[in-house]
Nanobody, 119 residues
Framework: QVQLVESGGASVPSGGSLRLSCVAS???????????MGWFRQAPGKQRELVAT???????DYAEFVKGRFTISMDLAKNTVDLQMNNLTPGDTAVYLC??????????WGRGTQVTVSS
């Protein structure tokens, strides 16, 4: 019913920047409304962790480790969410997954896009 497709992952040197994008395709727009979108990440051997989220009121939430470096933005009309990542470090290396939540709290996940930061 909701398909999330991420793009923008790449390999960059430490200190570099990337912009991730995610598009949500809703098959039944009359019944499913996207309430919030965001990004999580999962590094090898580690648990999935929240990076940043934004809701329909443009209220944002960031993990401490990305504050001041990453910026999340959303176009609710287009159901897209972007993540601008600056000053990347090797610790940011992970698969970044797009997440969306409907107005009734149903979660949806993308397949992820790989971000690799070399030292």
């Amino acid at each position: 019913q909701v398909q999330l497709v991420e793009s923008g992952g790449a390999s960059v040197p430490s200190g570099g920047s990337l912009r991730l994008s995610c598009v949500a395709s809703v098959s039944n727009a009359a019944r499913i409304h996207i309430h919030s979108m965001g990004w999580f990440r999962q590094a090898p051997g580690k648990q999935r962790e929240l990076v940043a989220t934004i809701n329909h009121s443009t209220i944002t939430d960031y993990a401490e480790f990305v504050k001041g470096r990453f910026t999340i933005s959303m176009d609710l009309a287009k159901n897209t969410v972007d993540l601008q990542m600056n000053n990347l470090t090797p610790g940011d290396t992970a698969v970044y997954l797009c997440h969306a939540s409907s107005s009734i709290g149903v979660p949806y996940w993308g397949r992820g896009t790989q971000v690799t930061v070399s030292s």
